[in-house]
């Protein structure tokens, strides 16, 4: 099973391909803000993808849309409601500031 670590935290845990990024922060023990209950409605669940990201499925085009709301947009920023692990190990950082104002 892959490996995903969050980052500042360093906390990981091993989950299946198809979990969430918002599910495998749970599963490590990492607070990931998801406002809109992890429905695609918000941006509080933004991180960056530093490692694996290419594993990853594209994103949706409602996630696409949500994400230009998102303060510090990177190439590899994803909702962490939407986007799924895949089959290699992860690393994700949890931005200190999500929401644009």
């Known amino acids: 099973m892959p490996r995903v670590t969050f980052l500042p935290e360093g906390?990981?845990?091993e989950v299946a391909p198809g979990t969430t990024l918002?599910?495998?922060?749970?599963?490590?023990g990492v607070e990931l803000?998801?406002?809109c209950g992890g429905v695609c409605a918000c941006v509080t669940c933004h991180v960056w993808v530093e490692q694996g990201y290419a594993s990853l499925p594209e994103p949706?085009?409602?996630e696409d849309d949500?994400?230009?709301e998102a303060v510090g947009l990177q190439p590899t920023s994803r909702l962490g409601c939407q986007a799924e692990v895949g089959t290699a190990?992860?690393?994700i950082r949890v931005p200190g500031n999500?929401?644009?104002s």
């Not at 918002?22 to 490590?28: F, V």
């Open 11 to 13: 906390r990981a845990a």
């Open 22 to 28: 918002l599910e495998a922060a749970g599963a490590a």
């Open 33 to 35: 803000p998801h406002n």
């Open 60 to 62: 949706h085009d409602r």
């Open 66 to 68: 949500k994400l230009d």
């Open 89 to 91: 190990d992860l690393v």
């Open 98 to 100: 999500r929401i644009a």
